[in-house]
C-alpha cells in the first residue's frame, strides 16, 4: 500500500494508467482506523498490475481531498486513468461494501 501525500498524489493517481485504490483516511477517524487493517487486507489479495492500492492522510492535505470531493471520511475510491469510477463513502464504506466494489475492477 502505497502512502501518498500532496506532492504525489497526482503523479501516482491522476497520471496513472489503469485502476488505482485510494484510502481517504484522516486523523482521529474512528472509522477510518476501524476500516484500515480491512482495507490492507484487500490490498494483500487484490493488489497486482490490475489495481494499485495507495492511501491518503487528508488531514495533512484537506485541499487536495476538497478537490477530489471528498468531503466526508471514510472514503474507498476507484480511479482509472485518472478519474474517480466508484467510491464507498461514509456509512457505505463497510469491509464487505469495499471488497464487493474492488471484485467488479480486477
Same mark, same amino acid.
Given at each position: 500500500?502505497?502512502?501518498l501525500d500532496k506532492t @504525489?498524489? /497526482? %503523479? /501516482? ?7 488505482? +485504490? +485510494?484510502?481517504? *483516511?484522516?486523523?482521529? !477517524?474512528?472509522? !477510518? =482506523? $476501524? ?9 494483500? &489479495?487484490?493488489?497486482s498490475d490490475t489495481l &494499485?492500492?495507495?492511501?491518503?492522510? @487528508?488531514? &495533512? $492535505? ?7 470531493k471528498i468531503l466526508g ?5 476507484? *480511479? =482509472?486513468?485518472? +478519474?474517480?469510477?466508484?467510491? !464507498? +463513502?461514509? /456509512? $457505505?464504506? @463497510?469491509?464487505? $461494501?469495499?471488497?464487493?466494489?474492488? &471484485? %467488479? *475492477? !480486477?
Open positions: 500500500m502505497l502512502e @504525489t498524489f /497526482e %503523479k /501516482e493517481v491522476l497520471q496513472a494508467t489503469g485502476k488505482v +485504490v +485510494v484510502d481517504f *483516511y484522516g486523523n482521529g !477517524c474512528v472509522s !477510518c =482506523e $476501524a476500516l484500515m487493517p480491512h482495507v490492507h487486507a484487500l490490498a494483500e &489479495k487484490y493488489g &494499485k492500492f495507495c492511501a491518503l492522510n @487528508t488531514s &495533512k $492535505a484537506r485541499r487536495l481531498a476538497i478537490g477530489q471520511l471514510p472514503v474507498i475510491a476507484v *480511479y =482509472e486513468n485518472g +478519474v474517480m469510477i466508484d467510491s !464507498c +463513502v461514509k /456509512e $457505505a464504506a @463497510t469491509p464487505a $461494501a469495499v471488497e464487493a466494489m474492488l &471484485k %467488479k *475492477y !480486477c
